[in-house]
């Protein structure tokens, strides 16, 4: 019984450890794509301001 109980909670925290790492990953690829798109506007308008 002790060893189905600890399986158990193994795998619950495995599943949530999964689970958190899934959601950083995701939150820091959405993270960086936005910085990319937000330096890539910035890169050309400052190419535009400086051919004025």
């Known amino acids: 019984m002790a060893n189905s109980r ?13 689970y958190l790492l899934n959601q950083v990953l995701e939150h820091a690829t959405n993270h960086t794509q936005t910085r990319c798109t937000q330096f890539k506007k910035n890169l050309e308008y400052i190419s535009t301001y400086r051919e004025i």
């Open 6 to 18: 600890l399986l158990t909670k193994s795998l619950a925290d495995f599943l949530f450890g999964f």
